[in-house]
Structures are given as structure tokens and as C-alpha cells.
């Protein structure tokens, strides 16, 4: 993974746009700050710099800092203290692994490992043998092993190790988000990649944002984002290895340890953009058969899904706010979506206290 905080470059544009470029996890993200004075939005851009520094180095699951701490307990049994920094994201993880009925289980971080992810260039070379991804999936790591005993935490299970990587992104949005706010910030948006969450307006219009075409150059469509909304993608071309002729991406499906392989891309809006990131990647797990299903489970209604055929799957919900770019899709499926069916998530689901 590459240095935090690359480089900083505020400037200001003829309606008192404010941008700047900042670095986290890999990526770059840019902040477009409105209708505020240059001073606010340097203060606020600060602040958000620094809170990134500290999620690079806590919340890296092999490279240094306090999850790796945790993992490190976890593997000889021991149990570890983590900060107030780190905990509720661990609380978050469990509850979408819950909520996902364990397709987004970030105790896997083995099997992403022995896949090759756990670098910033995916391994080349040999792809796991069939008995090691046996062996890994038979040691059975949930997030349901891990014990609460405040801000310690165990786990009953050896072979659990975190790797949050599935929805990261979308919680150092969210926490960028709240920090502008905290400036006063009102109008902003944040762009990790084609990864977004936006606050107010752009001017007297909303946001708008373009989702990149899996199967092709430029965008497959755009949409327009309501105040507060988080844009997420999970793409199988974003991080993939090839082995004879074959793309294996870094989604792993946790019921047989197999990189996905149907599904190419799953855009996710949500005002929280960690469930967002987390429910685009389980949604890849998913597949064209369950998807609708589990994005009910999760509280998540726009959805926009790409096949590798080029099929392009939306909920209701999305159908009505996307606008394909270039030539349409050949095929688009819109299941029927029963709000009815949706099981309520129960109170243990959505539990943000240590047990
Ligand atoms: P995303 O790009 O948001 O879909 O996240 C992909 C990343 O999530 C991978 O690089 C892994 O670090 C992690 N990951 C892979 N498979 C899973 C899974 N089944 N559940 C949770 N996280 C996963
Ligand atoms: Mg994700």
C-alpha cells in the first residue's frame, strides 16, 4: 500500500469550489468542497486528512497498526484491547455479516490471503490448491466467533482474521462526511475512485455521478445523488490476477472459497456508504439469482448489477433514478421487489453495543 497523503493541492474555482486530492487505502480521494470560505474548507480538509492517516495505519488488516495487532492475538488466542478508532468498525462488520446471512464475512481474511490479495499488486503465479482452500474453508471463520468483553476482544476461533477491505472505503467516507459537517460544511462531495458520498446540493442542482462500464470503456450510466447519498461499486476489474487464461478477481465467495465469477459490477446507493460498499460486494456473492433477495435483507433498495453476459439487473428503485450512457443494454431485468418480504432486521442484527 502506498504512503498516506500524497499530496494536497486546495484551489479555488470560479464559483467558490474548493478541491483537493488526498490518499487513502491506495486510493486517491477527491474532495469538492461548495459554498464556503477558503479558510473553513482548508480546516475541514485537515481534519479529514488526519483521520485518514490514522484509518491507513489502524484499519490495515496485514500491514502494520492495531487490526493486524488483533489479528496477530487472534491467531495464538489471545485477546486484545482495540481503540475507540477501530471497535465500532469491527461492530459493523458483524452486523453485515449478519445481515448478509455471511456472504460479506470479513473474518476471511485467510482465504482473500491465500488468493494472493493481501498486497498491493495481486500475486502472480500459482492459484491456491483445492485441498489448502478445503482446509481454510473447513476451519469455518465468522464474524460470530469473535467474544465482546467491552473493548477487549477474543475470538473462539483461531482462524479468523479480519480483513475489511469490503466495506473500508465506504466507512472512511462516512466519517469524512461527519467531519465536514463538524466544520460546517454543507454542500460537498467525496470521490474515492467512482466511490462517493455527497453532502447538499451542487449549486442549485443535485450531484451527479457516473458508473464506469465493467465491460467497456466509459460509463455503463449515470445517476443523480440526493443529499447525504453514498455511491459504491464493486468491480471485478478493479483488483483481479490471471492464471493459464483464467481472471480470478479479489471477491471471494465465502461458502467455497472461490473468487465470484458471474457477476462484474454492483452499484449500491445508501446514505450509509459502509453498508453501501459492504452490500455491493455480498451482492456480487449473491448473484443474479439471490441478489434482489439479500439486498432486501440488508435495507438496501437501489441497486444496479452487470453480468458477464452484459445483462444488467436493477431494483425497481434504480430503474427509476439511472440513465444509461451510450447504447442501452441489451438486456435489463427488473425483478419485482416485495418490500413485505423483507425480513426486519432484529434487534441482534443491528446491535452496535459489545456484548
Ligand atoms: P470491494 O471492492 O468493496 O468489493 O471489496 C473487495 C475486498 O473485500 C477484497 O479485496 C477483500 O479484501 C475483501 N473481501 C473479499 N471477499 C469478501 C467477502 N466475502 N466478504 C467480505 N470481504 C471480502
Ligand atoms: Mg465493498
Known amino acids: 500500500m502506498v504512503a498516506l497523503l500524497v499530496f494536497w493541492a486546495a484551489f479555488r474555482s470560479p464559483d467558490t469550489e474548493f478541491r483537493s486530492t488526498l490518499h487513502v487505502f491506495g486510493t486517491l ?12 474548507a482548508q480546516r475541514a480538509i485537515s481534519a479529514v486528512s488526519a483521520s485518514f492517516q490514522r484509518m491507513h495505519t489502524g484499519w490495515h488488516s ?12 487472534i491467531a495464538v488466542g489471545r485477546s486484545e484491547t482495540v481503540s475507540s478508532f477501530l ?18 464475512n470479513p473474518a476471511i481474511g485467510a482465504l482473500v490471503a491465500e488468493w494472493g490479495f493481501h498486497a498491493d499488486k495481486p500475486e502472480t503465479g500459482a492459484i491456491p490448491s483445492p ?33 475489511f477491505g469490503g466495506f473500508a472505503k465506504g466507512a472512511a467516507l462516512d ?30 442542482r443535485r450531484w451527479r455521478a457516473g458508473i464506469r ?16 447519498e453514498g455511491l459504491f461499486t464493486s468491480g471485478n ?44 460486494t455480498a451482492l456480487s456473492i449473491a448473484g443474479p439469482t439471490d441478489w434482489s433477495r439479500v439486498a432486501r435483507r440488508m435495507g438496501v433498495n437501489y441497486v444496479l448489477l452487470v453480468e458477464k453476459t452484459g445483462t444488467v439487473y436493477l431494483s425497481p428503485e434504480m430503474k427509476k433514478r ?34
Request: hydrophobic residues 40%; aromatic residues 6%; negative net charge.
Open 29 to 40: 480521494v477527491e474532495i469538492i468542497i461548495r459554498d464556503t470560505d477558503e479558510a473553513a
Open 62 to 73: 496485514w500491514e502494520h497498526g492495531e487490526l493486524r495487532d488483533l489479528n496477530q492475538a
Open 87 to 104: 471497535l465500532p468498525l469491527i461492530h459493523q462488520a458483524k452486523q453485515f455479516y449478519r445481515l448478509s446471512d455471511g456472504l460479506f
Open 131 to 163: 485441498e489448502t482452500i478445503r482446509a481454510l474453508l473447513s476451519q469455518n471463520p465468522t464474524m460470530d466467533d469473535l467474544v465482546f468483553d467491552g473493548t477487549r476482544i477474543a475470538s473462539r476461533n483461531r482462524s479468523v482474521r479480519l480483513d
Open 175 to 204: 466519517r469524512a462526511a461527519e467531519i465536514l459537517k463538524s466544520f460546517g460544511i454543507e454542500n460537498a462531495v467525496l470521490n474515492a475512485g467512482g466511490d462517493l458520498r455527497v453532502l447538499g446540493d451542487h449549486g442549485n
Open 213 to 228: 462500464h465493467p465491460l467497456d470503456w466509459g460509463l455503463i450510466a449515470s445517476v443523480d445523488l440526493v443529499a447525504g
Open 237 to 280: 476489474y478493479e483488483r483481479y490476477r490471471e492464471h493459464e487464461g483464467r481472471r480470478y478477481t479479489h471477491i471471494i465467495d465465502p461458502r467455497n472459497g472461490m473468487p465470484i465469477d458471474r457477476i462484474v459490477s454492483v452499484s449500491v446507493i445508501h446514505p450509509n456508504g459502509a453498508l453501501a460498499d459492504a452490500a455491493a
Open 322 to 355: 439511472v440513465t444509461f450512457v451510450g447504447t442501452p443494454p441489451e438486456k435489463v431485468v427488473v425483478p419485482p421487489w416485495r418490500h413485505t418480504d423483507a425480513p426486519k432486521p432484529t434487534k441482534k442484527d443491528v446491535a452496535t453495543e459489545p456484548e
